[in-house]
């Protein structure tokens, strides 16, 4: 089932196009967005909701494969299914393998398309939650304090913690009341919860500080 707030958006040149996917899309409860033209996309404030991209392959100026590859250059991962009346199967290998969701080629049955928008939408929306879910992570992890992280980093490696407090140079009880603040603040039930979300944070590496 797809949420009332899911976004179509669509580009094609040709407005009886645009109408066609409008009242197809508007019948299954989707609300779609159309444009004749990815500048006119790209000018557009996007909703923060799960969407997806029905682009035409060609278009004025600039095709969908070159706009699909100016997407990627600036990380939007909006999914992209491709549609068209021209395609072969080279120019469909390289939408796929940009990362398209679906290439369908003119005429294409109605559900052929709902399907693929389905697919691109759920897959946007499993993005978006492991997004927030990491974003989630990352405020817990900036609540410790700098000694609380020194604890944890030799934590989720397995050592105990009379050898953590050797490491820091501190006792097993101050290590032990440590380890209690950052299962609280981390929300972690067991250690194996930690280590788990330090390998979700990549903790330890650049990408964790």
């Not at 393998?97 to 939408?121: H, Y």
């Amino acid at each position: 089932m797809i949420e009332d707030d899911a976004i179509v958006y669509v580009i094609d040149d040709d407005d009886s196009i645009r109408a066609a996917l409008s009242g197809l899309l508007r019948s299954v409860g989707l609300k779609m967005v159309g444009f004749g033209s990815p500048r006119e996309f790209l000018a557009h404030t996007r909703q923060n909701v799960p969407s997806c991209l029905v682009l035409d392959v060609r278009l004025p100026g600039a095709s969908g494969l070159e706009f699909q590859r100016e997407l990627i250059a600036v990380r939007d991962q909006i999914p992209i299914i491709f549609i068209t009346g021209h395609g072969d199967i080279p120019m469909s290998v390289r939408a796929m393998k940009a990362g398209a969701v679906e290439f369908l080629t003119k005429p294409f049955r109605d559900q052929d398309l709902l399907d693929a928008i389905q697919n691109a939408l759920a897959s946007d929306r499993a993005r978006r939650e492991q997004e927030r879910s990491i974003a989630d992570l990352r405020e817990r992890l900036a609540s410790l304090t700098e000694r609380e992280r020194q604890v944890m980093a030799i934590l989720v490696q397995g050592q105990l913690n009379k050898q953590i407090g050797a490491a820091l140079g501190t006792t097993e009880s101050t290590v032990k009341a440590h380890r209690a603040q950052i299962m609280r603040k981390m929300h972690a039930a067991t250690l194996a919860d930690l280590i788990r979300m330090a390998g979700r944070l990549q903790f330890g590496t650049e990408a964790a500080v």
